[in-house]
Every structure is written in structure tokens, then in C-alpha cells.
């Protein structure tokens, strides 16, 4: 995968939570959305991780490319069902950004 490749870097990929409980948004490279490093980073090291009222098991089952309720690690798409593939995918992942979008972070 190119960093080159602006979905890989800036899109969310996935949510994964912390062991305090907040969040950090990934891209496809399970770094913070944005960041085009490739080394290993700890997330708790970089200003990036935050809470999301209202992330429960439903909610984590419609952000989730396959339905799932684990609110640990929620995947919005798989390389599968890449959004830039088709227009299909695009639309099923826009309705789950949508999903993401509306939540409340601190």
C-alpha cells in the first residue's frame, strides 16, 4: 500500500481503544489518521486519542463493515470492500462515517 495513496493516510480506517478507555482514529496503516510514518508508535505518546460518547455495542455494530458489536477494535472497511474500489463501497462507508460524524468526542 503507497502512503501515496490519500485513502491509506487520511481516511479512518478503524477505532481502536485505548486501555484508558478513549480512542485513536487509524488509518490503513494503524497509524493516527494523518500520519505517514511508518514506524511503531505508541499511541498514548501523540495528543491523539479521544473519548466517544456513545460508542456502545449498537453503535459499534452499524460502524462496523460487518456488523460487529466489539466496541475494542471496530473496523468501518476491509480489504475487501475498499470505498475507493467501487461506488458501492464508497456509499456503505459513507453511511458509516456518517454513523461516526454525529458522535461526541472530549
Known amino acids: 500500500m503507497s502512503l501515496g495513496d490519500f485513502r491509506a493516510v487520511f481516511l479512518p480506517y478503524c477505532l481502536q ?5 478513549r480512542y485513536t482514529i487509524l488509518n490503513r496503516r494503524y497509524k493516527p489518521v494523518g500520519l505517514t510514518i511508518t514506524e511503531f508508535i505508541n499511541y498514548e505518546d501523540y495528543p491523539v486519542c479521544v473519548n466517544l460518547k456513545g460508542l456502545d455495542p449498537t453503535t ?12 475494542d477494535k471496530i473496523y468501518l472497511y476491509n480489504d475487501g470492500c475498499v470505498p475507493t474500489e467501487n461506488s458501492e463501497n464508497m456509499q456503505n462507508y459513507l453511511k458509516r462515517l456518517e454513523i461516526l460524524a454525529k458522535l461526541k468526542v472530549s
Open 17 to 21: 481503544k485505548q486501555p484508558d478507555g
Open 60 to 71: 459499534a455494530a452499524k460502524l462496523s463493515w460487518k456488523g460487529d458489536p466489539d466496541t
